[in-house]
């Protein structure tokens, strides 16, 4: 009964757990669609900028070209009008054939530009979008799924390795010989793989193929399981690097920056145990730093540590 309780208790902070990182999700399902339709509002504007100014540049070619033949018809009037002298005859003959001709000009100008003709701008929405958000039932179906969770067993009880088999992790991008120094499991079947020498973490699928990866700032050195999909890994320079599983990607998060070294890294029950080679320390998931649990300081590898790895 008691296994059953402790059971039954793990399970249901499993369950808030798998909760709040499926809300992260929902977040950022969220920021994505506002994202897109700002993009979509903003490309709308612009359009409709761009046909304001057209239609600014049409309207004042005509306000100018209404000066011009008006000020052209002022000047052969004041001519016209000037030549009063009738040895004059020929210059007041061609001033007023001039007068004719830009008079013609005009009424041709009328014609083309009518009085009545007012632009104006119209916006009509895509009804479509509308309609096909308001079909959505929400952004994505909400499922979920039993997993038998471990029940400890007798703690002495020896492991015994039936076979072994060796799998090929390296990328392209790496250029160095992999090491690797941790490896986790997750609930869903996805294995991932700290290689220290490229400073990379690896996630593998089922058949142990590498199908995602994500550089880290440092030396990655152990990594423990947070969330069903989130992982905390160890690096040197003092960090703890937080990677998350989303949509069979890693996408790195949040960094830890400690005040002592560390090394090996467990969770439990939301609060996060760290190592130094010599000291074992108490975090919360936020970062804030609890205890020192244990210290050992007579020699640099000392301490029951199992050389920097800490086990739950």
């Known amino acids: 009964m008691r296994k059953l309780q402790g059971n039954q208790e793990a399970s249901l902070q499993y369950m808030q757990n798998s909760f709040d990182e499926q809300l992260q999700k929902i977040h950022e399902t969220r920021r994505k669609i506002n994202a897109a339709l700002d993009t ?81 701008i119209t916006f009509q929405p895509n009804s479509d979008i509308v309609q096909y958000l308001s079909k959505l039932s929400g952004l994505e179906k909400i499922e979920h799924s039993i997993q038998t969770l471990l029940i400890q067993d007798n703690p002495n009880k020896i492991i015994t390795v039936h076979g072994k088999s060796v799998h090929n992790v390296r990328i392209s991008s790496d250029s160095k010989v992999c090491i690797i120094t941790a490896i986790c499991v997750l609930p869903e079947g996805q294995v991932l793989v700290a290689d220290r020498s490229n400073k990379t973490i690896k996630m593998l699928d089922q058949q142990y193929r590498v ?27 003092s960090e703890v690097q937080f990677i ?5 990607k ?50 640099p590898w000392t301490g029951k540590t199992q050389s920097g790895f800490i086990w739950i």
Not at 244 to 248: E, S
Not at 257 to 286: E, M, N, P, W
């Open 244 to 248: 998350t599983v989303n949509n069979r």
């Open 40 to 120: 979509i509002e903003q490309k709308t504007l612009n359009e409709m900028k761009e046909t304001l100014t057209k239609l600014q540049a049409s309207c004042k070619d005509d306000v100018d070209k209404c000066i011009s033949l008006q000020d052209e018809l002022k000047q052969l009037r004041d001519a016209i009008q000037d030549i009063s002298d009738k040895s004059k005859l020929d210059l007041s003959f061609i001033a007023t054939r001039k007068c004719k001709d830009k008079i013609q000009q005009c009424e041709t100008f009328l014609k083309k530009n009518s009085l009545g003709n007012t632009f104006y």
């Open 250 to 299: 890693l996408v790195k998060g949040r960094k830890l920056q400690l005040q002592h070294g560390c090394a090996g890294i467990a969770c439990h029950q939301d609060d996060l145990y760290i190592t130094t080679f010599h000291a074992l320390y108490k975090y919360t998931l936020s970062g804030q730093q609890v205890s020192k649990m244990y210290e050992d300081t007579f020699g």
């Open 211 to 237: 199908v995602s990866h994500c550089s880290v700032t440092n030396l990655p050195f152990h990594m423990c399981q947070i969330t069903p999909s989130k992982v905390a890994v160890t690096m040197e320079c």
